[in-house]
């Protein structure tokens, strides 16, 4: 089991910045994968940004690319996603999954552990 607890929403003008968080806790040791998903009003949930435990290989939306960036704090246990240059379009909740399935990729699979989320509202 793997409890996942995320921070750092909030609102911000269109250009903005920030940056989430997301603390792991429990059996972390057995984390394969963790990505960033977000879910807007009336949208289905898409991914954001995966990366394999340890900081290895990230991998985003096209969206999103360019302009946030996943990263890991081993020592932490922690997930950031920092988001730059934010668009009103990006408004949405955020959530932090893990999952421990070995092997294959982090952006395409289904996603076992999530956290409560975080809401990021970007005005124009």
């Known amino acids: 089991q793997v409890h996942l607890v995320e921070s750092g929403g909030g609102s911000v003008q269109d250009g903005g910045s920030l940056r989430l968080s997301c603390a792991a806790s429990g059996s972390t040791a057995s984390i394969y994968c963790m990505g960033w998903f977000r879910q807007a009003p009336g949208k289905e949930r898409e991914a954001v940004a995966t990366?394999?435990?340890?900081?290895?290989?990230?991998n985003y939306a096209e969206s999103v690319k360019g302009r946030f960036t996943i990263s890991q704090d081993n020592a932490k246990n922690t997930v950031y996603l920092q988001l730059n240059s934010l668009k009103p379009d990006d408004t949405a909740m955020y959530y932090c999954?893990?999952?421990?399935?070995?092997?294959?990729?982090?952006?395409?699979?289904?996603?076992?552990?999530w956290g409560q989320g975080t809401q990021v509202t970007v005005s124009s």
């Open positions: 990366i394999y435990n340890g900081g290895r290989w990230p």
């Open positions: 999954a893990a999952d421990f399935k070995f092997g294959g990729s982090c952006y395409r699979r289904e996603y076992n552990y």
